[in-house]
């Protein structure tokens, strides 16, 4: 009995023994070739991306120079292009230099031609008069005075003619100079805005006031009281004022406010056309305009819960227009109005 608990206990530790021996050998040769798995995936990643790389820079240095071909091409074929084009040019200016010297020596020989031919008729009419000596030389003196006054009038247009080139020349230069200079939008800006005035005055109120809307650009005077009783003054009808320059379109373009201009839109404004410091002012034109807009038709009415005691839902004009501009219009009701009109 004794020998057979023995022997169950020592195969029981066999077993066990053997047990732990094949799972550590097994998590051994598992780890090993982990290792072993894992170096064979770096050395793989290493050469396929030593390859990706040589493939790559074969590829780049092949569309380099094909890049490099086009450019050149391109360049070539510009440069063609451009020297025709100068060629061509400097042919016109060429022929057309030529055709004005030829023109000036043309009006030079006709004019020493009937100087000449001047100089022979009043040597003819001189011998007449003196000697055929003395007539020569008479005549000669006053040949030469007028090739004299010919040769300071084609030296006087000369002098024009290299002026006016030097002042094209001039302005060449200083067209070209000013398109090489860098553009500076807030001088682009001022240029072309500069009627408009400085920013420090009110928002929509902006430069000066075109023709016609000058009174406008007065300060409002205090109320002074008068006697009602009084009878008013007549007008007078001696000088009608001209109303031609009273125009809405330069009235919108001056005083509204923002991108707004002169025409009607179908949609809420986002703020006053005209400028208001107080905040409710604002508020009841807003509302006003979206007044407008709903008896245009241009936006819906909006869904009153309340309703007269007949059940009906009619509710009186008067009383949506006191509700939209009356003192309880708040900004966020203003808001929502504007949000359903969008």
């Known amino acids: 009995m004794l020998f057979f608990f023995i022997r169950s206990n020592f195969l029981r530790l066999r077993k066990s023994a053997v047990l732990i021996q094949k799972t550590w050998r097994g998590y051994l040769c598992r780890k090993n070739y982990g290792a072993m798995r894992a170096g064979f995936s ?11 790389c040589a493939s790559y820079h074969v590829a780049r240095q092949r569309i380099t120079g094909f890049q490099g071909r086009c450019r050149g091409f391109l360049v070539r074929r510009a440069f063609r292009h451009r020297l025709w084009a100068v060629i061509t040019i400097q042919a016109y200016t060429r022929g057309m230099i030529a055709r004005r010297l030829y023109k000036r020596l043309k009006g030079e020989y006709r004019r020493r031609l009937e100087a000449e031919k001047m100089r022979l008729a009043e040597e003819t009419k001189l011998r007449n008069q003196m000697s055929a000596k003395r ?135 986002k703020q006053p056309l005209l400028f208001h410091d107080d905040e409710g002012d604002q508020l009841a034109a807003l509302a006003v305009w979206i007044t407008v807009l709903r008896f245009m038709g241009d936006l819906p009415e909006p869904k009153y819960h309340t309703a007269i005691s007949d059940g009906s839902e009619k509710i009186p004009v008067m009383t949506k227009i006191y509700e939209t501009l009356g003192k309880k219009t708040h900004k966020r009701e203003l808001q929502a109005l504007q949000g359903e009109g969008e």
């Open 42 to 52: 770096r050395l793989q990643a290493l050469v396929r991306s030593r390859k990706l």
């Open 135 to 269: 007539a020569k030389a008479e005549a000669e003196r006053k040949h030469q005075e007028r090739l004299a006054q010919l040769a300071k009038e084609d030296a006087e247009q000369e002098k024009k003619e290299k002026e006016e080139a030097r002042k094209k020349k001039e302005m060449v230069e200083q067209m070209e100079k000013a398109r090489m200079e860098p553009v500076n939008d807030s001088d682009m800006v001022d240029k072309m805005f500069g009627f408009l005035g400085t920013t420090n005055s009110l928002p929509g109120q902006e430069g000066q006031a075109p023709a016609g809307f000058e009174d406008l650009e007065h300060s409002h005077h205090e109320l002074v009281e008068e006697d009602l009783d009084e009878a008013l003054p007549l007008p007078e009808d001696d000088e009608e004022e001209d109303l031609s320059e009273y125009k809405f379109v330069k009235y919108a373009a001056t005083y509204f406010q923002g991108t707004t201009t002169h025409t009607y839109v179908r949609r809420p404004l």
